[in-house]
């Protein structure tokens, strides 16, 4: 019998589990011939979380859940839960509904019967988020898809089915730093995308600050694309140029004119704009340290605190 696994990584989500849960067995028992196993990944919540996902794994013995020791992040509860699943298929949702489980059925007959490795869902639409917020996201997919090679899908969503070849490739990335959206595509595979209306969340709070949004994009752009590095060196390269021209000039204009000592406030701009972008390229010279620094020291990417997994009996499925 063929089996999915349903990856939910769950972050103080006491208020939202519950209706995710009876949602997602709704589509369970709909879909009869298949085998599934739900794995909530508890993301170190500081909430009855933990309580809730235990209490279903008492009544379902298709329920798994992993605890990590503290919050270490989606990205490392989406790979826990890709290390951990067992299915021949996996499927990662969030916690709050806001990708919708009913859509299941539908992305596993477009892997069967089409032949895709995977199939991704995006919204179309942005309704119930901040204008602002909007506004920064498209700006950011249109410069990561300038500056990368990895193509990034607006509004695309972490909601996907994948097959267990494409999780193996996934899992065989073993970075530290981890931007699954950018992962996905490079890898390859043929991926289908479907569309649907952006839902809000059923109860609960996001836990995305604009703040953690901007980090996570700077992250993103990190991870995929060395471009900031080449663009300040052309930068660096013209700057030398004015600089020598600047130069020529004034020696002649010394020698020609003399050396009326005159305009030192047009000096101290230039000084201070001239400072300003050598901080900010050393910035982001700091920022791929930074990230290369992590990566060497090759830490876990999750530690896990509390599991009903029993490893040794664990059977993955093959491709
Ligand atoms: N999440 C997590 N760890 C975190 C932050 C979020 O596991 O540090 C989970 C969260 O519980 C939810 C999913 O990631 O299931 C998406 O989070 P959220 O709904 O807050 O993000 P949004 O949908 O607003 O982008
Ligand atoms: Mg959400």
Not at 29 to 45: C, Q
Not at 175 to 201: A, H, Q, V
Not at 205 to 225: D, H, R
Not at 238 to 255: E, N, Q, S
């Amino acid at each position: 019998m063929e089996k999915i696994t349903v990856i939910v990584p769950c972050y103080n989500e006491e208020d939202a589990i519950d209706y995710f849960y009876e949602e997602i067995n709704r589509v369970m028992t709909e879909m009869e011939n298949i085998d599934f196993e739900l794995l909530f990944i508890n993301d170190g919540s500081k909430d009855c979380t933990l309580d809730k996902i235990k209490e279903y794994a008492k009544k379902n013995q298709h329920v798994k859940y992993i605890s990590f020791s503290r919050n270490f992040g989606k990205e490392s509860a989406i790979y826990a839960g890709l290390e951990k699943s067992t299915g021949n298929y996996v499927c990662m949702m969030d916690a709050d509904l806001q990708d919708p489980p009913m859509l299941l059925p539908k992305m596993l007959k477009i892997i069967k019967e089409e032949g895709y490795d995977s199939v991704a869902t995006r919204r179309v639409t942005r309704k119930g988020e901040s204008p602002i917020r909007s506004l920064f996201a498209r700006l950011f997919y249109r410069i990561m898809n300038r500056i990368s090679d990895t193509e990034l899908m607006d509004g695309a969503r972490d909601y996907r089915l994948m097959t267990r070849q494409f999780v193996n490739t996934l899992l065989d990335m073993r970075e530290y730093n981890r931007f699954s959206k950018g992962l996905f595509g490079w890898i390859g595979f043929d991926t289908k995308w479907i569309e649907f209306e952006n839902m809000e969340r059923v109860a609960g709070e996001t836990k995305w600050s604009f703040w953690k949004l901007l980090l996570y994009s700077i992250e993103g752009i990190v991870a995929f694309s060395t471009i900031p590095l080449t663009i300040v060196s052309i930068l660096g390269m013209f700057m030398l140029v004015i600089a020598f021209i600047f130069i020529i000039f004034i020696v002649v204009k010394t020698l020609v004119y003399g050396d009326p000592v005159s305009g030192w406030p047009s000096l101290v701009c230039i000084i201070t704009l001239i400072g300003g972008i050598q901080i900010f390229c050393v910035g982001i010279l700091g920022q791929y340290l930074s990230k290369a620094y992590l990566e060497t020291k090759k830490r876990p990417i999750y530690i896990v605190k509390d599991t009903n997994i029993d490893e040794k009996n664990q059977n993955v499925c093959k491709i």
